[in-house]
């Protein structure tokens, strides 16, 4: 197959050797700080990705996709409280706590989907926003039925710095793979069909409905996959940390600097969000936005198609490059 | 749980005042929205900086802001120049000379506005930061009055704060209503969104107008901000959160670009969110219902609920006024 | 001649009060050039869009290859083999000349048959075919209106429609290109046997190259036949002196004509 020739896929090879690499590497004591980095990178790397299905390539910003991450830690703690509340912690924890919180944010996707699809622009974008906020509450009231006011502490399942390298990596490896297939498909030209005209889309074959709510399932899906770790990770559920409007923030200017319509523009715009993000790390996180928030204004005004999409435009040549 | 008729009624009447507030927050992003097709998602952003600057100056120079009044009217004329900045760095850029806006206009100044909030959003922290006095979570409180609450019958007690709040929520909203409606300006702004090259036709410039739209949509935003202190007592940069998703609930249910349509909205909204409180004490479910609504109207009826009652409002209140229409 | 292969039965679109196609009967033979002409607003490309699936008729039925196509969606309708084009054009301006074309090709009726890269290469002949050969790395919002209009009709010919609907594709054209043109659509039928459909307001091409012609007006059919049997219709003429520019160019065809 051609698909697997192509530099989208090559690079994704590469990013999952260099990442393979730093894990076993990083066993030593000396290399333990790079290991938190890597995680985070891979982490932002993955929602990115997770956002980039329906709102790079399908043309639909979703203003409140955190709500998928959020769902997934969820789904985690209640494997870790309730469905397996005594067990020390095994790879089928991890995998149960997986597949509940991907399937979990997919189900949830493909229903809302059916009625906020049929919305555009604006409209979709508050509609999710207006989601997040729904499920955001609800956790908290279930919480606190439960009798617990959040955040939510995990017992201690003894996890080293290692075991949630590993579990980051999975998914990493799971997103890359999922994400690079979608957008090289026949899906992918489908989707990009949508995001440049959708009528023109649906009137040359294309089965917009069906392709934007696949879009929205397996996003959710994958930001699903990326609350597990997380979870595990700060081994608690703290629905106003990963319910937040900011993770959907960081999600979405990692698209738009990057670039939208290619898959390596949300990539690309994770490295650059967490470059300026550490970079920019004063005493207090948030005082970064002063700088982030002008960037995004700067980059929609004067290139719109962020960075992947302004070199790609700059050097025609690289067009078959930077897919 | 039995919940008592005075908790009801309390609620009840609350939930008027609270609904007022609400009401008044979201007119000007309707101005906005509805004329200009621009999404303003730092509309949230903007109240809450008129909430927190009032805080932390008042904190900071007792006198300057003493009285709401005065920082109603002191965020307006801040408004007017945040208005301005708004327009130039994430509106003009985008649609300051495009006629038609099409969907990808649209999502273009939806990101540009939304990184203009941002910026002011760690505006706060970056102010914490660097200087000793700005806190991000500043208190005041405004109590009017001995004693500063009213009582209906013998267990009602309602602090008359919330009373001024939901009265003058009322009037910034009336107001926004009939400068948009009443005025020549207010005609020359709607007919920015019909046609605005007859605009140009008859020398005027449409830049200007959309220029104005901004800044008559952030002054009213910024104006409420300090009536949205004066309610919660205390503000954080987070509660942009909170008030910008409502605003978003109350303009769509209103019907877009209707402005005393939002403020029924925000009324009915503020009751709704209240009741749920009174009846279930719980603050997390009246949140879940409050978004429920959202996302059932925009379901249902994305067009809003009241969209017509400009209309009606102005030409009977023309009428009345003997102008023939 | 072949049998047919579209049957529009007492079609109805209102659009509020105004009625922009009214009760309208034809019927489409396999293989034939059919010509639609009609005044501004004449409810020629409402037709259109009833057929394309893009609005459903308030009235009336669609039979397509025998089969009642009314409640089908445009996609579904594309992949049974009905292609068109859009008098404003609808390029996907973020895509390559060539992904365009490909989008018609991958998702026509040949869905699910064909691989990205079988449609790619089919993408480069049509490509080539219509003459945008050399532009096919370039983003669709790089070219210009006559290049988007070809590219159009790339799009609708890389699907390999039975039925395709052409929205005024003339208009805009020199007469060389026209000629060109029409050169390119006798080809595509006497080659590939596909049934095509044209709105024109380009009167004498259409004289030129339609077996048949519809005249609609207010929406109405007013009337059916051959090209010398419009061109001499009484009541077309009457329709097309009320418009002095179009009456010119009728009378020059006729002129040419004779
Ligand atoms: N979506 C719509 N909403 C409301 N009215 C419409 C719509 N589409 C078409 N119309 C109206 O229906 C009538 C027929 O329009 P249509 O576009 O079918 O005409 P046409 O014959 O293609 O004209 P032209 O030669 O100008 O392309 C016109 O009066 C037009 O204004
Ligand atoms: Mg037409």
Redesign the interface.
Known sequence: MRMLKRPGFIASIVLILIYLVIGIAGQEGHLLSIIGNAMDTMMYIGWALALAVIMSYAGYVSFGHAVFVGIGAWMTAVTIESIMPSHPFTISMFIVALLLGAGVAALVAYAVGWVVLRLRGAYFAIATIGLDYVVLYLAIYTLSRAGISPPLLFRNLSLTVQSFYWMHFTVFVITLLVVYYIKASRFGFGLAAIREDEEAAEVMGVDTFKYKLMAFTLSALIAGMWGVPLAFRHAKFDPQDVFSLLNSVIMIVENTVGGLGTFLGPIVGAYIYYGLYWSLLTKIAQASFVVLGPLIVIIIALVPEGLVGWLREKFPRLRKALE | MVVTAAELARGFIEGLLYGSLLGAISVGLTLIWGVMKVVNLAHGHLIVLAAMFTANFYVLYKVALLNPMGAIITMGILGVVMGALLYYTSVHPIIGHVDVITLKHEMATLMATFGFGLTLFGLHYALAAWTSWYSTEPGISWSFGHPPYVMIGSTITIVKTKILVGIISFVIAFALFALVRLTNLGLMIQAVTQDSRALALVGIDPVRIKLLTTIISVAFAMSTGPLYLAWAGSVTPLKESIIAPLAFVIVVAGGLGSIMGSYVAGLILGLTYELVVATTQEVSIALVVTFLILLLILALKPTGLFGYLDDRLASALRRRRGVAE | MAGEILRGENLVKRFGGLVAVNEVSFEVKKGEIFGIIGPNGAGKTTLFNMI???YKPDEGRIIYEGRDITNL???ER??LGI??T?QVV???????VL?NI???A????R?GKI???E?LEIAREVASFVGLGDKI?LPAAALNVQEKKRLELA?ALA?EPRLLLLDEVLAGLTPAEIDSMLGLLKKVRDEKGVTIMMVEHVMHAVMNIAERIMVLHFGRKIAEGPPEEIANNPDVIAVYLGDPSLALKFVKRRGGAS
């Open positions: 394309s699936g893009v969606k445009p996609h594309a992949r292609a068109r859009h609808k390029p996907f301006p973020g895509l390559t992904e490909a989008v018609g991958l998702f026509g009726p869905y691989s990205e890269d449609a790395e799009r699907a």
